[in-house]
């Protein structure tokens, strides 16, 4: 047996019981699962092949070509075998653009998904949706951070994962947080020398991580974490206690100026690899009507849910860093318990019989996520990375809109950053916010002296990712839409004609 | 701009501006780009200023390229291919203007 491989949009099929959106740890898990308990599944997944960025073109590489990748990655092999063994729909190479939950104007109850494949825009229905959107990169805005160049360090791993390709040197990694250092040494061992470290953590959390210290001492990343920090100190050139950075170039990259308590500094660089955490990729869920909350310890919204996976919206589940940030490993467990939920609620599977293998999956997952509370509170980003005090950095890369813009729409007024955004067009852009929505809520919480969790994000509505008007025009036109356009119903509106006709 | 840790195995030929280039098959079009040393594949509508990829991941939108003749194409979720045609984006696409009927309409 092995996944039907869909490639156009014709080739989907109108209904499934459960639709799952991105194909990465969690995706792939919620697969497996749903298909060995009898559901008709659909996986949509934007990249060219499944392993999502974690795990990017596990199913094609292989240790002897690429040795520098570590063991953690090699373990989503067996992952992504089991997943190409099933019996789902996998789709590549799809935009997902709209969500509709379960509700009033739904036909049959359903959720309604519009997808984008191959040029051609296409509606599809499912009892179910999960959620695996992953996360993105927390945004990092500094003076210069839009020069070519520059790129995110998951960026820089997803090149050297997809394609076996490393940045040109000098190379500077800036900023916090274990994928510095993991990048950094997976850098090393694929033979890259001159690379500097600028780690902008701010030494005064140390004390703060403390608490969290018994706990990712029985982690399952402790050893990695050490064995990391001991490599990188031994053989990169790492500087501590960064307080500001400034990227320096005309139309490229040249150089990073940076302040310690020692004062300025400036290093020569041709790329520059910027990394502040991991947040969850949440516009999917947000169009979608998902409530959102503020998680105080991870600074970021997330999708509110229940310990199962289920939203505040019908139908539809999260699993994966999309639902917080908990590692692949937790990812894994969380799509598998979300898509026996999913399966649970739809009446696939009998409730009664799922009870004691859900108590189990979320033991697990405990065991996964030990010691993540150490790590969140040790490189929680800097207040100057959040919240950029030059007024000339841009914060919206799309819309080039400046901190000191954003600070002066800010004192207008403005209720929220909804608002905000219909004044100077900050978060209107392509990327639709995903690249500005928390510096937007950080500047605006550190303006008012309250919390981001008060200031609330961006509204997102459909489409979530830029579609095509000749593909939505081209999409079936329900009855509902054209009363929607033309205020009269469609079947009376042909009799109408059919009349005149007849006169 | 990126380097290959190892030699060509399977390539892809593509042009970029047309300028004819090389890349691995598999590889997606914004990588492909930055390993045949293209850091620039556009400028911004607003202030014109040069940008390249930034999250290979899908998320940024700084890679729109035209592919084929299709603008605004996230060059690190496409796949390079043989004689993909590939056009960097300066600045803001223009409308085409209507013609000026003599009448002396402003609106």
């Known amino acids: 047996m092995s996944h039907r491989h869909v490639s156009t949009a014709d080739s989907l099929l109108a209904f499934y019981d459960l639709l799952i959106i991105g194909a990465g740890p969690a995706g792939m898990a919620a697969a497996i699962e749903a298909t ?93 949706v999960i959620l695996a959107t992953g996360a993105i990169e927390r945004p990092m805005p500094i003076p210069g951070w839009t020069l070519p160049g520059v790129l995110t360090a998951g960026a820089a791993q997803i090149a050297l994962k997809s394609a076996g390709v490393v940045p040109q040197g000098p190379i500077v990694l800036a900023g916090c947080g274990p994928l510095l250092y993991l990048l950094a040494t997976q850098l090393l061992d694929a033979g890259v020398s001159n690379m500097t470290l600028l780690d902008t953590s701010d030494p005064n959390r140390r004390l703060a991580a403390l608490r969290h210290l018994p706990g990712f001492l029985v982690s399952p990343y402790l050893l990695k974490g050490l064995t990391l920090l001991l490599k990188a100190k ?39 690899l910027l990394h502040q955490g991991v947040i969850p990729a949440i ?188 593909e939505l025009a081209r999409l079936p036109h329900r009855p509902s839409a054209l009363m929607a356009v033309t205020g009269r119903d469609p079947v009376d509106h042909h009799t109408t004609n059919k009349e005149t006709h007849h006169d | 701009m990126l380097n290959r840790l190892r030699d060509l195995r399977d390539p892809v030929h593509f042009s970029f501006d047309g300028v004819p280039m090389q890349a691995e098959r598999g590889d997606t079009l914004a990588v492909a780009l930055l390993a045949a040393g293209v850091n620039h594949v556009r400028r911004t509508g607003i202030s014109g200023a040069a940008r390249g990829p930034y999250c290979l991941m899908g998320v940024c939108f700084e890679c729109l390229v035209t592919v084929d003749g299709v603008q605004n194409r996230q060059a690190c979720l496409i796949e390079v291919d043989d004689e993909m045609d590939v056009l960097s984006q300066q600045g803001a696409p223009s409308l085409p203007m209507p013609v000026d009927d003599g009448e002396g309409s402003k609106q």
């Open chain 1, 36 to 128: 060995r308990a009898g559901a008709r599944v659909v996986i949509l997944d934007e990249n060219p092949r499944p392993g999502g960025q974690i795990y990017r073109e596990i199913t094609r590489n292989v240790p002897a070509h690429r040795p520098y990748l570590g063991p953690d990655y090699w373990k989503g092999k067996a992952l992504a075998e089991a997943f190409t063994g099933t019996n789902a729909d996998y789709v590549p190479g799809a935009t997902v653009w709209s969500m509709e939950s379960q509700g009033e104007g739904v036909e049959k109850g359903n959720c309604v998904v519009g997808i984008s494949l191959g040029g051609v825009a296409r509606m599809i229905e499912a009892s179910a």
């Open chain 1, 234 to 272: 031994r053989s990169i050139h790492i500087v501590s206690g960064i307080r500001s950075l400034a990227i320096v170039g005309k139309e490229d990259v040249e150089g990073v100026r940076f302040t310690t308590a020692r004062g300025h500094e400036t290093v020569s660089a041709n790329s520059v």
């Open chain 1, 283 to 470: 516009n999917l869920a947000s169009a979608a009507g998902c409530a959102l909350k503020w998680n105080e310890v991870q600074r970021t919204f997330q999708p509110a849910s229940d310990e199962v996976g289920c939203t505040s919206a019908r139908g539809i589940y999260v699993a994966g860093d999309g639902a917080g940030i908990g590692g692949a490993l937790a990812a894994e467990v969380s799509g598998r318990i979300a898509a026996i939920t999913a399966l649970s609620n739809i009446g696939t599977v009998a409730q009664h019989a799922v009870v004691g293998k859900l108590k189990r999956l979320r033991h697990e997952r405990r065991r996964y996520l030990r010691g993540r509370a150490f790590l969140d509170v040790l490189y929680a980003p800097q207040q100057e990375f959040l919240t950029p005090s030059d007024p000339q950095t841009i914060v919206c890369r799309c819309e080039e809109i400046t901190a000191g813009q954003v600070r002066d729409a800010i004192a207008l007024g403005p209720p929220g950053p909804n608002q905000l955004k219909t004044f100077i067009r900050c978060g209107m852009g392509p990327c639709q916010g995903r690249l500005c929505a928390t510096t937007v809520t950080e500047i605006m919480a550190g303006e008012r002296g309250t919390n981001p969790s008060e200031i609330g994000t961006y509204r997102l509505r459909s489409p979530v990712k830029p579609v095509r008007l000749a």
